[in-house]
């Protein structure tokens, strides 16, 4: 039996072991099973990893794509540079760290750009990343690849450029681009929302949410109703997933 799961502090919210099962189903992989691990804590993961036989790779979700670093054999070059780990491969007993988010996001975004940026304009496309967590740093990364300006919104600004009670309508008037990462809005909690002036938010917006159960969260109905492009994380969760597999049986 080969053992894949998804580790995080709670996972009521998450697709990825319907994903994954009718992944194996489809691929005519019988020994095969993804399981959802809720930690309490990240230092639990060894116990984890003792407790379950034929436990070859974990995705990370949060809190602890963060957290889970220092207690990594070996994290890959890329992992490194972004601050973050989601995917962790279990080769001969040791536990290696990667970032799949990366690819994950720029598969959502690069094909969102021709409508974002004006060829004919010198006004540079910016954005507002919203939250300063794992995924946050994943973002930052494939915006700063693809030359992209953008400020960091959290609750403190030790952790972002901005907090949300310095965003105004002119903030979102010159970024155009708005990107949730918090699970504000994520099932069960499907009232919430980032706190946005969001009548700044017309058509030449585009909102993209990291968070895909509810596919219509607060955030992105807000957006709808004022007329922008929006985007749900069910893409990013797909393409993560496979980049995934791809690193467990590499």
């Given at each position: ?33 993804y ?43 890329l ?25 994950g ?32 740093r ?39 681009l ?73």
């Amino acid at each position: 039996m080969s053992v894949f799961g998804l580790i995080g502090r709670s996972l009521g919210h998450s697709f990825s072991r319907s994903y994954f099962t009718d992944k194996f189903k489809r691929e005519s992989l019988p020994g095969h099973r993804y399981e959802l691990f809720e930690l309490a804590e990240i230092g639990n993961l060894r116990d984890l990893i003792a407790s379950t036989p034929g436990l070859r790779g974990l995705n990370v979700t949060i809190p602890y794509k963060q957290e889970v670093m220092p207690l990594l054999d070996v994290v890959d070059p890329l992992a490194a540079a972004v601050g973050a780990v989601n995917t962790i491969a279990i080769r001969e007993g040791k536990l290696m760290g990667f970032n799949t988010d990366v690819e994950g996001f720029r598969d959502t975004l690069l094909p969102l750009l021709p409508g974002l940026i004006d060829p004919d304009s010198d006004i540079r496309l910016r954005a507002l990343v919203l939250g300063s967590g794992g995924a946050s740093r994943a973002v930052g990364y494939v915006l700063r690849e693809q030359g992209i300006r953008f400020r960091v919104v959290s609750r403190s600004r030790e952790r972002g450029d901005l907090s949300w009670d310095m965003l105004d309508p002119v903030s979102l008037k010159v970024c155009r681009l708005l990107i949730n990462t918090t699970p504000l809005g994520m099932h069960p909690d499907v009232g919430s929302l980032p706190p946005l002036p969001y009548a700044a938010i017309g058509p030449r917006h585009t909102l993209v949410d990291l968070v895909y159960n509810p596919p219509e969260t607060q955030f992105l109905m807000f957006g709808m109703e004022r007329g922008a492009r929006t985007v749900n994380g069910l893409q990013m969760l797909h393409a993560q997933a496979e980049a995934s597999w791809r690193l467990w049986n590499t």
